[in-house]
């Protein structure tokens, strides 16, 4: 897909974001260790024919480098504003996948004004959220990713990444992120003043009744479950996704 791309060259990191279609503004934060290709695919081209789609690829993903430091979902949010700032939008509905999910929500805590608003896939509030197997390497489950997802995600991050041997040091960084990140109390996710989308599959890594706690802490939130679907596969059950937020985006 064709579209302008660019880098927004904060203080200490050039960030990279797509730009596609017009309209109003609608920022896309993929998941973690994925890029924006391999997360969102052909619902790019179908949210632009409604939005200006702001594709933004975070900290160590894809065409945006590491820095130094493992980074915090708080400074990826920054990031996000920075992107923002640099682009001259002051304020733009987000929808998040997974870890992108995460650092939208935490651009709504922080930055409310700049929020219409917020969509979030595959996303938790708190790392007890996650079902037991997710978290404990000594159970297997087929929730997990598999060696195929693998092999997808080191295909995208070395086809475009600055430098293509960092994945593996890249992964155990971004690891430090998600195990360090703590979760927000109810207080706080009772500040996130944007009318809300919850999307969870129904054998996501997620579970369901964490979810619907989700939903109830948030002031204005609506809540689907889709049928028959994995962490992996949320955002690409296109026929489902895409009328939800074309209705909710409105």
């Known amino acids: 897909m064709t579209g302008t791309t660019g880098y927004a060259p ?6 990279y974001y797509e730009i596609h279609g017009t309209g109003s503004p609608l920022v896309l934060l993929h998941g973690g260790a994925l ?11 179908a949210l632009a024919q409604r939005h200006q789609v702001i594709a933004i690829e975070l900290q160590g993903h ?4 590491d820095r130094a430091e493992p980074g915090s979902i708080a400074s990826f949010a920054a990031d996000v504003i920075g ?10 509905d987000l929808f998040g996948y ?8 935490q651009v709504g805590l922080d930055h409310p004004d700049r929020v219409g608003k917020l969509a979030l896939a595959a996303t938790h509030f708190h790392p007890d959220g996650y079902k037991p197997e997710i ?9 997990l990713p598999t060696a195929a997802d693998f092999a997808d995600m080191l295909a995208a991050y070395r086809s475009v990444a600055p430098d293509p041997d960092h994945f593996e040091a890249f992964l155990n960084k971004l690891q430090v992120v998600v195990h360090g990140w703590t979760g927000w109390t109810p207080e706080q996710l009772g500040r996130i003043t944007a009318e809300s989308l919850l999307i969870i599959g129904d054998n996501d890594f997620i579970r ?4 619907v706690e989700f939903h109830r802490h948030l002031p204005n939130a ?20 895409l009328p939800m937020l074309t209705h909710f985006l409105g």
Do not use: C, N
């Not at 904060?10 to 960030?15: C, E, G, I, Q, Y």
């Not at 890029?35 to 695919?41: A, E, M, Q, R, V």
């Not at 609506?222 to 996704?241: C, G, N, Y």
């Open 10 to 15: 904060l203080s200490d990191l050039a960030v």
């Open 35 to 45: 890029t924006i290709d391999l997360s969102f695919g052909p619902l790019v081209g």
């Open 62 to 65: 894809g065409h945006t480098a």
């Open 83 to 92: 992107v923002l700032d640099h682009l001259g939008v002051d304020q733009a």
């Open 98 to 105: 997974s870890l992108g999910g995460l650092v939208a929500a």
């Open 135 to 143: 978290t404990d390497p000594a159970q297997t489950s087929d929730l």
């Open 208 to 211: 369901l009744d964490h979810a």
């Open 222 to 241: 609506h809540l689907a479950v889709l049928p028959q679907t994995k962490h992996m596969e949320v955002v690409r059950r296109i026929d489902l996704v």
